[in-house]
Structure formats: C-alpha cells, structure tokens
C-alpha cells in the first residue's frame, strides 16, 4: 500500500481539491481586509497570522468533508462505489486523524490572533458546534432531507458563520464592526447559489436514488431560482457598497467612502453578472449534461469575481 500522504493527496484530488487553498485565501483577505478597512482605515499583512489564517480557512471545509465521509459512508458505498473511501484507497479512521490534526491548526490560528482566548477563539467555537450539528444533521435528517431547499439553507449557513470567525482575527485588538453582517450575505448568497447549481442535472441525467434540485423543484424553476440568487449576490454586493446602504445602517459612511466601486469596476461588474447569468436561462430552454456542467462553473467563477472585487478594491484604498 502507497504512503498515507500520497493516498491523502489523491483523495484530495477526487473529494477536495487542492486549488480551493486558492479560493479560501481570496476569502479569507476578503473578510479581514474589509474588516480592517471599515474598522480603521488599514489594511493589515501580517505575514505569520495570514499564512496560518489562509490554511485554517482551507482545512476548515475539509473537515466537513471528512465528516460527510463518515455520515454518507453507507449510502456512498452503494451510490458511488469507486470513491477513494469506498474502494479502499483511505480509511475513515485515517481521514478522522487527519480531520484532528487540521482542528488543532485552527484552534493554534484562533489562540495566536487572539494572543490567547478572545473573539476569534470564541467564534470558532461556535462555527464548529454548529459544524457538528451538521454532521448530525440537526437531529432531524429525515425531515431535511424531504425538505432541500430547507436543507441547503441549514447546511450552507456554516460559510457565513466562519467568515465572520475569519474576520474576528482581525479584531483581537479592535471591536468587530457591525457592517461586516455584509460580507456574511455576501458568502451565503455565493454558497447557496454553487450549492445549487451543482446539483442541477438534465433530464437524461437524473436517476431517482440521487437528489437533484431539478428533481426537486423541476427543471425550470431550479435553475431560474439559482440564476436569481447570483444575480442577488451581485446586486447585494454592489449595494453594500454603495451610498444607498447608509439609509439602512447606521455608521456604515466608511465602508462607502473607501470601498465604494468605481464606474470601470460597476460596469465589468454587470458584464460579468450577466456573462454567469446567460448559461441557467439558456439551460431552461436547452438542457443538456454539458449544460449543467457549466452552470457549476459559471456560478463558480461569480463567486471567484465577488471576492476578486472586494481584494482589489481594498488593494486600491
């Protein structure tokens, strides 16, 4: 048998890939960049915090993936036998040891932000306990499960939760500001949109032992809903930034006056919104296995686009 790391580097390839390092570090300088900008004005590199903060970020879904390995064991073994688990590559109790050793790297990230126990130990806390009602699927699994939207919501509120543990990094020496709720719509929106769009299958692709949104909420209003909510994602986006919000939030007039987007960023804005948009109109009128495949991408590449807004507007104040 090949070494542990090798066996864990190709169950990474199949169940986590390893670019997604690429994509919690956009969103982890995203939280804590905006953060410090609405707080004080600075933008914050520390090279020791952030180096650990961007890879306690990337383990910490990783966890629930492990997890979910462990819950769907079964289930995955009769669906998907040739998964790296279920055809014997990696062990369960190995994936719980690395599972272990990734939760010691996030509680050593929290203590050292917190320079002890503070805000960010505390929040990551709670992230996990609700991390680990998920692996319990909130004591009402079968419910859920008849129930996906329902579902989807309860299981991708995690993303919003840890953004703002991310963000309380920042805060060991500074109150965590009230306009950072914005950035946790902002990770729900994107969460709940790639949650979706990459369970939106073609007819001749759906088989009834697999849950699908297209099964579940048919083939139009699926993917219309999930075209709907990245656009909402980037509308929210562009209003969170913008003068418009200060009507609503008391004190937001910093996060406006520095990150506010400039006319050349609304408008690659839009085009991109629209660009990601086109492919789930396009899938109601022609759906096809090629389709669905793209929908997952473009709702990824939104995604990819929010945080790279928000990282070169915070680079440009």
């Not at 670019?19 to 004080?40: K, N, P, R």
């Not at 462990?70 to 055809?87: A, E």
């Not at 306009?179 to 946790?184: S, T």
């Not at 004190?251 to 789930?280: E, K, R, S, Y």
């Amino acid at each position: 048998m090949k070494p542990l790391p090798i066996r864990f580097w190709t169950w990474m390839l199949e169940r986590y890939p390893p670019f997604l390092l690429i994509v919690h570090s956009m969103v982890y300088y995203a939280s804590i960049w905006v953060t410090s900008i609405i707080a004080d004005g600075t933008r914050p590199f520390l090279l020791s915090r952030d180096l650990l903060g961007c890879l306690s970020l990337f383990l910490f879904p990783m966890v629930l993936r492990i997890m979910d390995e462990h819950k769907d064991y079964d289930q995955d073994l009769r669906l998907y036998p040739d998964r790296p688990v279920q055809r014997g590559l990696i062990s369960l109790s190995e994936l719980r040891g690395i599972a272990y050793f990734a939760v010691a790297v996030q509680l050593g990230f929290c203590l050292w932000a917190d320079r002890g126990v503070g805000d960010c130990t505390a929040l990551w806390i709670m992230t996990m306990l609700y991390a680990l009602l998920m692996g319990k699927e909130f004591f009402c699994g079968e419910w859920l499960e008849k129930r996906m939207i329902v579902y989807a919501l309860s299981h991708q509120a995690i993303t919003p939760i840890s953004m703002i543990w991310v963000a309380a990094a920042y805060s060991a020496q500074h109150p965590l500001p009230d306009e950072v709720w914005g950035l946790a719509i902002i990770g729900l929106f994107g969460s709940f949109t790639y949650e979706l769009s990459r369970k939106l299958k073609a007819p001749t692709d759906e088989k009834p032992e697999i849950a699908s949104y297209t099964q579940s909420l048919g083939a139009t209003t699926a993917p219309l809903l999930t075209a709907f909510l990245l656009i909402g994602q980037s509308a929210f986006l562009v209003w969170w930034l913008s003068p418009f919000s200060r009507t609503i939030v008391k004190g937001v007039d910093q996060i406006t006056n520095t990150l506010a987007p400039d006319g050349t960023a609304l408008v690659i804005h839009v085009a991109v919104t629209g660009l990601c948009a086109l492919p789930f109109f396009l899938f109601v009128r022609s759906p096809s296995t090629k389709g669905a495949k793209m929908l997952e991408g473009m709702s990824a590449l939104m995604t990819l686009w929010t945080y790279g807004l928000l990282l070169y507007l915070c680079w440009t104040f």
